[in-house]
């Protein structure tokens, strides 16, 4: 499979990067609910099963599985302060990773959240 964003190149140049970056946010664009993610990641599968539970639709770009995705990593990382995964997006809106999503789930944040980005029904 090519690559999300469609880039051959493994070079993180200061232009490259930028690029990246701007592609990476015209994906979160895409979907009310983004998740960079890796396939082996247990954190980012929890995540994915939360927001599964709580019956979001939910479009996943697996780094792991692009030609690109350590670019793709290091523009998130410049564009977020988050250099791990998974980085969630909700609304096109940085929601952070693992931990935050729980956390705003815990403080009854997410869901309404979800609901505004149009991720769940009301």
């Not at 990067?17 to 998740?35: G, H």
């Not at 998130?76 to 956390?103: K, M, Q, R, Y």
Request: overall charge positive; charged content about 20%; hydrophobic content about 40%.
């Amino acid at each position: 499979m090519g690559s999300i964003l469609g880039s051959s190149s493994r070079d993180a140049s200061k232009g490259a990067l930028a690029a990246v970056a701007d592609k990476a946010k015209e994906i979160t664009s895409l979907a009310p609910v983004i998740i960079f993610s890796k396939t082996y990641c247990g954190y980012c599968q929890r995540v994915k099963h939360l927001l599964t539970q709580l019956g979001v639709s939910y479009k996943v770009v697996k780094l792991d599985k692009e030609g690109d995705g350590a670019v793709v990593q290091s523009a998130l990382a410049d564009w977020t302060g988050l250099t791990t995964v998974p980085n969630v997006f909700i609304g096109g809106n940085h929601i952070g990773g693992c931990d935050s999503v729980t956390e705003k789930h815990q403080a009854g944040q997410l869901v309404p959240l979800l609901r505004s980005a149009r991720a769940v029904e009301t």
